[in-house]
T-cell receptor
């Protein structure tokens, strides 16, 4: 069974630029999560999708971050414009169900904003 | 807001010694999950506990969920160098919002 795929693995941009990350979850997993993990901290949930609907985006900075999962499968997370404090690893995870199920993580995208 | 704290933040042990990390939530969690993240890697699911007072074992690892469903612990017996990593607890609160703990970084000296 293929795991969660993410691209790119690394990205370096200047502040005020835009960036997009892509995630393809495990086949059949209805729930998809995007997390931000700053070095030395635990992952922080940005947004949770159930199929193509948003379950929770309470911690997503909506003035600059957006995410979509149009067909209920893969997803993109966008930052526009980026700030220095957005430097982090962006992790995508998927699960069969919501918060009651095990989450399977992709390798992450390491973003550096200069 | 919701907080999930873990102690200790760091733990250095000699191979063969035991290790315990404690997880404390400011609110009740519907269930507790534990993840391990190796240096440079991504979190990997270890186990899920659902019932109040539940105890589960996986070889040298013992997981407990507190009676009030606000705390949990992970105990590793006779650590090995392969246990190196950061251990996170995580879970949904009663509003189905999911939180990760602050993590405990374990280093094992051979």
């Amino acid at each position: 069974e293929a795991g969660v795929a993410q691209s790119p693995r690394y990205k370096i941009i200047e502040k005020r630029q835009s960036v997009a990350f892509w995630c393809n979850p495990i086949s059949g997993h209805a729930t998809l999560y995007w997390y931000q993990q700053i070095l030395g901290q635990g992952p922080k949930l940005l947004i949770q999708f159930q199929n193509n609907g948003v379950v929770d985006d309470s911690q997503l900075p909506k003035d600059r971050f957006s995410a979509e999962r149009l067909k209920g499968v893969d997803s993109t997370l966008k930052i526009q414009p980026a700030k220095l404090e957005d430097s982090a690893v962006y992790l995508c995870a998927s699960s069969l169900g919501g918060g009651y199920r095990a989450q399977y993580f992709g390798p992450g995208t390491r973003l550096t904003v200069t | 807001g919701q907080q999930v704290m873990q102690i200790p933040q760091y733990q250095h042990v000699q191979e063969g010694e035991d290790f315990t990390t404690y997880c404390n939530s400011s609110t009740t969690l519907s269930n507790i999950q534990w993840y391990k993240q190796r240096p440079g890697g991504h979190p990997v699911f270890l186990i899920q506990l659902v019932k109040s007072g539940e105890v589960k074992k996986q070889k040298r690892l013992t997981f407990q969920f507190g009676e009030a469903k606000k705390n949990s612990s992970l105990h590793i017996t006779a650590t090995q160098t392969t246990d190196v990593g950061t251990y996170f607890c995580a879970g949904p609160d009663n509003f189905n919002k999911f939180y990760f703990g602050s993590g405990t970084k374990l280093n094992v000296k051979p």
